[in-house]
């Protein structure tokens, strides 16, 4: 079936420092979206962005290359509240009927002081 | 109001026993999803409802069951509880790509 790989599994950066985080799909992609979830907290959605879409949300930027099934998260000046896990998810769109994700396992950012 | 509600946010249940978890959404949305998280893994989807119709992952089709009385409400029904179903269950809606999550319902099954 579908699979959506993510890299890193953990990332520790200092405050003010870039991240890239990885996802990887097993099929074509079609569109894809970023997913926050803080420590004990609820998912959130951070950015969509269709296969061919580069999207960008204040210090987040998120680029897909559907060729070779790959998309990339960055974060740009990190700040400490942007510790917690981070989630890509492969969309399987049904053209308006409901949307299905495939998830990978998550990016457990940590920014220290 | 763009939340999601789940009830309980904890549930203790015993091998072979029933299972109803609820979730509601006030925001109107067409579709709202169920996912089951265990640690270390991803999200897993398994099923949803786009207005009243029902769509269940062909792998777990036979495991969970779900309901939807109104646009508000929906709930996720286990028969038997197994200790394979211990996990977080996650609750979703939308109304087009965006989904909004509730906070999940821990279940453990003993």
């Known amino acids: 079936g579908q699979q959506v790989e993510q890299s890193p599994a953990s990332l520790v950066l200092q405050e003010g420092e870039n991240a890239e985080l990885q996802c990887t799909y097993s099929t074509t992609l079609n569109s894809m979206q970023w997913f926050y979830q803080r420590p004990g907290g609820r998912l959130v959605s951070l950015l969509y962005s269709p296969s061919w879409a580069e999207q960008r949300g204040g210090r987040l930027t998120s680029s897909a290359a559907s060729n070779e099934s790959r998309s990339s998260l960055h974060i740009s000046s990190s700040q400490i509240t942007d510790s917690g896990t981070y989630l890509c998810a492969m969309d399987l769109n049904y053209g308006g009927s409901g949307n299905k994700l495939i998830f990978g396992t998550g990016t457990l950012l940590s920014v220290k002081p | 109001d763009t939340t999601v509600k789940q009830n309980p946010r904890y549930k203790l249940a015993r091998v072979g026993k029933p299972v109803n978890l609820i979730c509601s959404q006030t925001?109107?949305?067409?579709?709202m999803y169920w996912y089951q998280k265990k640690p270390n893994q991803a999200p897993k989807l398994l099923l949803f409802?786009?207005?009243?119709?029902?769509?269940r992952e062909a792998d777990t089709f036979e495991k969970f069951q779900s309901s939807r009385p109104n646009n508000s409400f929906c709930s996720l029904y286990i028969g038997s509880a197994g200790l394979e179903y211990s996990a977080m269950y996650l609750c979703a809606s939308s109304n087009s790509y965006e989904q909004y999550f509730g906070p999940g319902t821990r279940l453990t099954v003993l």
């Open positions: 925001m109107n949305h067409d579709t």
């Open positions: 409802y786009y207005d009243k119709i029902l769509n």
